[in-house]
C-alpha cells in the first residue's frame, strides 16, 4: 500500500445506527451502502451480526450486493472475543469479494476489572485466541481493543503484539468514551507505531476511532494521521453512539484541503459528498 494513502473506513451502518433516534431497515441499510461504494469508501462496516437477525441479514445482503461489485469495497463486521461473534460475523460476510471480521477485546483495566471481569493475563490469552480464531476462518481480521484511549500504552503495545502475532494485519485504536484530548491520543498512536512489531515495516495498519464526547473526534483521527496512523473510521455527518463519531466528510475534506501539512490522500470522490450527506440525513 502507498503510505501516503489513508484508508476511508466507513461505520454508518454500525456506530452509527446507534446513534439516538436513528433506525434504518434493510432498504434502507442497502441504499446507504450502496452511496458509500459510489463515494469511493475502502471499508463498509455494514453491521454487527451478532446483535439480531435484522443486523445478519443486513450484513449478508451488503456483502452479496455491494461486496459483488467490481473494486468492491471491503465489506467488515464487527465481532466480540467470542466463537459465537465471529461465526456469525464470517457467516454474514462471507459473500463478499473482500470479507473483514473485525473483532474487540477491551484492555483498560476499568474495563477489564468492572465489565469483563478479567486479569490482564486473561486479556492477552483471549485476543490471541479469538483473533487467531477469526483468521482461520477471514483472511483479513481488525482487531481493536476497546477502551485503548484509557489503556495503560504499555500493557496495550503487548496486546497488539499477540493481536499481530495471530494474524491481525489492521490494528484499530478507539477512543471508546471520547475522553482523550489531541495531545495524548497522538502519544498513544506514536508509541504503538513505535513498538508493535510489523507496523513500521508496513505489514501492519493502525486505525483510528475517535468519539466527540468532548468534541474532539475529528482533531484526534487527524492527529492520529500525523503520527502514523493510515486508516480512519468514522460515520457521514458525524452520527453515532451517544455524542458520535468522528465526521468523514471532515477528516476526508481536512486531508485534501491541507495535503500539505498531512502530506496524505485518499481514495475518495469528493463531489459525492452532499450527496451521501444528505441520503444519511434523510432516512435517519
Known amino acids: 500500500m502507498d503510505p501516503n494513502r489513508v484508508l476511508i473506513f466507513d461505520t454508518t451502518l454500525r456506530d452509527g445506527e446507534q446513534s439516538p433516534g436513528a433506525t434504518l431497515n ?8 450502496r452511496q458509500l461504494a459510489r463515494l469511493g469508501v475502502d471499508i463498509i462496516e455494514a453491521g454487527f451480526a451478532i446483535a439480531s437477525p435484522g443486523d445478519f441479514e443486513a450484513v449478508s445482503k451488503i456483502a452479496q450486493d455491494v461486496g459483488q461489485l467490481d473494486n468492491p469495497p471491503i465489506i467488515a463486521n464487527l465481532a ?61 481480521v481488525e482487531f481493536s481493543p476497546e477502551d485503548a484511549g484509557r489503556s495503560d500504552p504499555e500493557f496495550l503495545w503487548q496486546v497488539l503484539a499477540v493481536a499481530v502475532q495471530a494474524g491481525a494485519t489492521t490494528l484499530n485504536i478507539p477512543d471508546t468514551v471520547g475522553y482523550c484530548t489531541p495531545q495524548e491520543y497522538g502519544r498513544l498512536i506514536e508509541g504503538i507505531v513505535e513498538n508493535v512489531p510489523g507496523i513500521k515495516e508496513g505489514k501492519v495498519i493502525v486505525s483510528v476511532h475517535c468519539h466527540d464526547d468532548l ?66 440525513s434523510a432516512l435517519t
Open 215 to 280: 468534541g474532539l473526534a475529528v482533531a484526534n483521527s487527524l492527529v492520529g494521521v500525523l503520527n502514523g496512523a493510515r486508516q480512519v473510521e468514522g460515520c457521514i455527518n458525524g452520527i453515532g453512539e451517544r455524542a458520535g463519531n468522528a465526521a468523514l466528510e471532515e477528516v476526508v475534506m481536512a486531508l485534501y484541503t491541507r495535503r500539505d501539512r498531512y502530506g496524505c490522500y485518499t481514495g475518495i470522490r469528493t463531489e459525492e459528498i452532499y450527496r451521501t450527506s444528505q441520503l444519511v
Open 26 to 33: 434493510l432498504a434502507e441499510k442497502l441504499e446507504i451502502a
Open 80 to 140: 466480540r472475543c467470542a466463537k459465537k461473534d465471529i461465526d456469525q460475523a464470517w457467516s454474514a460476510v462471507q459473500w463478499a469479494k473482500r470479507p473483514r471480521i473485525h473483532t474487540f477485546l477491551a484492555t483498560s483495566d476499568i474495563h477489564l476489572e468492572h465489565k469483563l471481569r478479567i486479569s490482564r493475563n486473561d486479556c492477552i490469552e483471549q485476543v490471541g485466541e479469538f483473533v487467531s480464531y477469526a483468521k482461520s476462518l477471514c483472511p483479513d
